[in-house]
């Protein structure tokens, strides 16, 4: 076999082959061959299970707004691209991928933001922050996430309060415990525990201007502060009673100072 039919038969197989996948692609891409209408939307959104703003009826209402949902509409009209982007204008979606079967479904796979706290600020500011510290409206969405108080400016929120909440929200034990942060005006931290009525005074978030550097070495300060404050709990306060003491000062290293309620 010389080498011009040699090329000649390899090139005749890639025509085929290009033609071959683009029968495939357009097969799938038009179901409206096997069915003329949209027979299903199938919606799924990653955890929806967890705290999330994001429900099947909320995707659906969405698009009914726009008049885009596609259920009962012709399934060769059905545009998935304009699906997309009509769903990635909310704030809380972070993506989103729709397409079409050819049995006439259309999937819409949704993840979303995850809000990590509340802010609720002195000045009247009330929004959410995701766990990379994006900000997210207030909406009717109701959950036992942390709120934030006090003198939180948005930058401080973003860069502060964000990495003390991931780090609280991935802590089964504080989790649950800790139910409020309160930043003073010279933005130290106060925590507010469901479980006794006192209050935790946590000390200054360490500042760097560096992210990466900064999420470190609040890690580092909350791993120690938090330990003590756990072995404060378990052997301290489990003697002498939860609701003993009024305010726990954890700031300093050697040391926890506690006063008692109704000591001024």
């Known amino acids: 076999m010389t080498i011009t039919l040699k090329n000649t038969i390899i090139g005749i197989l890639d025509i085929a082959l290009a033609v071959y996948l683009l029968l495939a692609i357009t097969s799938f891409n038009n179901p409206d061959e096997v069915s003329d209408k949209c027979n299903k939307v199938d919606i799924n959104i990653s955890d929806s299970n967890n705290a999330g703003f994001l429900s099947a009826a909320e995707i659906k209402n969405i698009l009914n707004q726009k008049r885009i949902y596609p259920l009962g509409k012709p399934i060769a009209k059905v545009d998935t691209r304009q699906i997309e982007d009509v769903l990635k204008v909310s704030p809380f979606v972070n993506t989103a991928e729709c397409y079409k079967t050819k049995t006439g479904d259309v999937c819409i796979n949704i993840t979303q933001r995850m809000p990590i706290i509340r802010i609720k600020n002195m000045k009247g500011a009330d929004y ?25 400016s948005k930058p401080f929120a973003q860069a502060y309060i964000t990495p003390l909440a991931r ?12 139910e409020q942060i309160n930043v003073l005006p010279d933005r130290g931290i106060e925590l507010v525990p469901r479980v006794g009525e006192h209050i935790i005074f946590l000390g200054y978030l360490p500042q760097a201007s560096n992210y990466v550097q900064r999420d470190k070495e609040i890690k580092a300060f909350l791993d120690k502060k938090l330990d003590r404050l756990d072995k404060f709990y378990r052997y301290g306060l489990s003697a002498a009673g939860w609701n003993k003491y009024a305010y726990i000062n954890i700031e300093f290293d050697n040391q926890i100072i506690c006063k008692r309620k109704g000591i001024q």
């Open 128 to 152: 959410y922050l995701d766990d990379k510290g994006g900000i997210l409206p207030n909406s009717h969405y109701t959950s036992d996430l942390i709120i934030a108080t006090g003198y939180i």
């Open 167 to 178: 780090y609280l929200m991935a802590s089964e034990l504080w989790s649950n415990q800790i």
